[in-house]
């Protein structure tokens, strides 16, 4: 993995090396491999504290990559920070329709040049039984690639190493999404939900 550990000699940008050089202060790394193509899901897990967000944005800094990232709408109509969120890159996706959501979401993505979008599939910061079931459904939809990031506090690292290309099998892509995340903890490990999916049934009536 030390191969991947992304140093700031290696990045162009100042802003970028600043970036990288606050996480460092901190006391935190980042790995880092090529995406596997212009367009797809970065599944961020496990996510237990409101402090993952800051990590991960300066991560996207020291990157300079337009990653996207989809929230809850309310967030957005927040004053002021509505507008920040936007500006950060956030996208605000309605409750309630399930479907019509990945649908949709997945012609932005086959549309756009260049279309990375970060996913928690907790879609909380405490702990529940299971994940969300709307990246998979996307990724499938749209026929891209997913990432998996990690904020591991135990390590102070911030991953974004392994992809995984889906099959359509559940149970085989689960597995290689396990084996991805394996032995990275957030900051209440108590907190983080196993990695089993929820029934689209049940998704839709939250």
């Given at each position: 993995?030390?191969?991947?550990?992304?140093?700031p000699?290696?990045?162009?940008?100042?802003?970028?090396?600043?970036?990288?050089?606050?996480?460092?202060?901190?006391?935190?790394?980042?790995?880092?491999?090529?995406?596997?193509?212009?367009?797809?899901?970065?599944?961020?897990?496990?996510?237990?504290?409101?402090?993952?967000?800051?990590?991960?944005?300066?991560?996207?800094?020291?990157?300079?990559?337009?990653?996207?990232?989809?929230?809850?709408?309310?967030?957005?109509?927040?004053?002021?920070?509505?507008?920040?969120?936007?500006?950060?890159?956030?996208?605000?996706?309605?409750?309630?329709?399930?479907?019509?959501?990945?649908?949709?979401?997945?012609?932005?993505?086959?549309?756009?040049?260049?279309?990375?979008?970060?996913?928690?599939?907790e879609?909380?910061?405490?702990?529940?039984?299971?994940?969300?079931?709307?990246?998979?459904?996307?990724?499938?939809?749209?026929?891209?690639?997913?990432?998996?990031?990690?904020?591991?506090?135990?390590?102070?690292?911030?991953?974004?190493?392994?992809?995984?290309?889906?099959?359509?099998?559940?149970?085989?892509?689960?597995?290689?999404?396990?084996?991805?995340f394996?032995?990275?903890?957030?900051?209440?490990?108590?907190?983080?939900?196993?990695?089993?999916?929820?029934?689209?049934?049940?998704?839709?009536?939250?």
């Amino acid at each position: 993995m030390s191969d991947f550990q992304l140093k700031p000699a290696d990045l162009p940008g100042w802003g970028q090396r600043a970036a990288l050089r606050i996480l460092g202060l901190f006391g935190w790394r980042m790995l880092f491999r090529p995406l596997p193509g212009p367009r797809g899901i970065c599944v961020i897990y496990p996510h237990t504290s409101n402090w993952d967000f800051m990590i991960g944005l300066f991560g996207k800094w020291a990157l300079n990559l337009p990653f996207r990232w989809l929230a809850k709408d309310t967030l957005f109509k927040l004053p002021v920070l509505g507008k920040w969120f936007r500006a950060m890159g956030g996208e605000p996706v309605e409750r309630g329709t399930p479907s019509g959501t990945i649908k949709l979401q997945a012609q932005r993505m086959n549309a756009a040049d260049w279309y990375w979008v970060g996913i928690t599939p907790e879609g909380t910061r405490g702990y529940r039984p299971n994940w969300k079931s709307g990246f998979y459904h996307l990724a499938l939809e749209a026929k891209v690639p997913l990432a998996l990031v990690y904020i591991d506090y135990p390590n102070k690292t911030l991953g974004l190493v392994d992809h995984v290309v889906l099959s359509g099998d559940q149970q085989a892509d689960l597995a290689a999404i396990r084996a991805g995340f394996d032995g990275h903890q957030g900051l209440y490990p108590q907190n983080a939900a196993p990695i089993v999916l929820q029934e689209r049934r049940t998704e839709a009536r939250d």
